[in-house]
């Protein structure tokens, strides 16, 4: 059956723009709206139920104002690692990399606090784009050696600046390197770091723990789903308050703050003062500490709630697709009436694409 010439036309105009959207969807102004169609997503979703069980420690301008100014004295991080354990944490995890040594007296402090905890967990950075050792910032040897795990901590922003993504596995010198939040929630959950196989990493069960796979973008980066802004999620503590809330139980008094929140808990110690922290925008906030960039990556992990990116090729499809439908409406005869009908395709697929958003 033949079509007429004005069916043809707008035919033969909807597939060259759909080839053209393919084409540049990768590119500049296209590949920002995408983004953009993420973020909005990710701001109009209601605040997700956040895992209480993650404790973030901050280290606040409060904190800077009553111990001095930064960097502190290694024997409080000592002292906040001895309390946490005390008070039933079961994953300790500083945002801190200590890859100079300081007096022998204080490392001394902290090498023993590592060995009597034994579930602290400790950063380590690549310089740059440059996955190499010689140029990495390992926390010095006698910390490194006493810490439960030490985790990479790179992360990398979109295009935009805007970060949504991070990467799980570092390869250099020959050996693997994880990120640290995953190391934290692989050990928590009882699991272990096989590899990646088939565009997903696989998480090995220990014992009775069944095996868990999370999918990864096409450039094996994992996509953060967030649980909502700073201040809207995880349970929020000074680092003067948890230590003085310590002292006040071993000395008979009513702690100001619900010490039994940190039992099995996992605490992630921070720098959110003011021109301290390291500052990432992220599709909720244009400032999110990176502590709490940990927080949401083990928060996923741990509720197995995880952003499943389509492949392309039913990106491609979908493009032709709504070229289609929307050639369809537009025959020059009803100007209004056509124009309502393609904002309806529109609207229809903004709208079935966040429902698939709040499914993964």
Known sequence: MKLKKPAAINLGLSILAALLVVFLSSKGVLKRLELAGFDLQSRIRQTLPFDRRIIIVEISDADITAFGRWPWKRSYHAAMAKTLKELGAKSIYFDIIFSEPS?????????????????????????????????????????????????????????????????????????????????????????????????????????????VFIPLDAQNNFLINWTGKWKKTFKHYGFTDVLVAYKQKLDGKKPEINLEDFKDSICLVGITAIGLYDIKPVPLEPSYPGVGIAANVIDNILNKRF??????????????????????????????????????????????????????
């Open 103 to 211: 007096s022998e007296e204080e490392d001394a402090l902290v090498e023993e606090a590592l060995k009597e905890c034994g579930n602290v967990y400790l950063p380590m950075a690549f310089q740059a784009d440059a996955i190499d050792l010689k140029n990495a910032y390992f926390p010095i040897e006698r910390f490194f050696s006493k810490a439960k795990g030490v985790g990479v901590i790179n992360i990398y922003p979109d295009k935009d600046g805007v970060l949504r993504r991070i990467p799980f596995i570092f390869n250099a010198g020959g050996q693997r390197y994880s990120q640290a939040s995953l190391e934290i929630a692989a050990d928590y959950a009882g699991l272990d770091i096989k590899g990646i196989e088939n565009g997903k990493l696989v998480l090995q069960g220990r014992g009775n723990n069944k095996d």
């Open 307 to 360: 952003l499943d990116a389509v492949p392309h090729w039913v990106d491609v499809l979908l493009i032709f697709i709504l070229a289609l439908v929307a050639s369809l409406f537009v025959t020059g005869t009803y100007p209004v009436g056509e124009v309502l009908g393609v904002v309806a395709v529109g609207s229809g697929y903004f709208f079935l694409s966040y429902l698939l958003f709040l499914n993964g």
